[in-house]
């Protein structure tokens, strides 16, 4: 799985071509404060894939983070590109849940999780954060 960083003169049209939302990346900030342990802002990358996009907390990507299942209260130990995806996935939730049509992007999300998952053998990150 192939990852680009979107470039910084790029980055202002990114949640809108991405997530038809101009502040969607706030979204992400906002799970980020909720799920991550330790969260107190930071620069994130805006990462696409060939079918999907998502947000990172720039620095070292194998950084440890840890996200806490807001529904069963597990703590789930990952990587800066999983929990970037995780968190990403979360706002889609929210706003699908508030009536926005994000249902592809989200689909498109969690199936390069997948795969991203599979490729680093971390299936357990899908199993108690997404299932």
């Known amino acids: 799985m192939n990852f680009s960083i979107t470039p910084e003169n790029q980055r202002s049209a990114f949640p809108v071509k991405h997530f038809n939302n101009p502040i969607f990346d706030t979204k992400v900030f906002d799970m980020a404060g909720r799920m991550m342990h330790g969260y107190d802002g930071g620069y994130w990358e805006y990462v696409t894939t060939d ?65 991203y998952l599979e490729k680093i053998d971390r299936w357990d990150v899908w199993m108690l954060m997404m299932d």
């Open 51 to 115: 079918r999907a996009a998502f947000l990172r907390l720039a620095g070292d990507e194998n950084k440890v983070h840890v996200l806490e299942n807001p529904f069963s209260g597990e703590h789930v130990k990952m990587d800066a590109t999983a929990s970037g995806m995780v968190l990403t996935s979360y706002a889609l939730v929210r706003e699908i849940e508030s009536g926005k049509d994000l249902r592809e992007a989200h689909y498109a999300l969690n199936d390069a999780l997948q795969d």
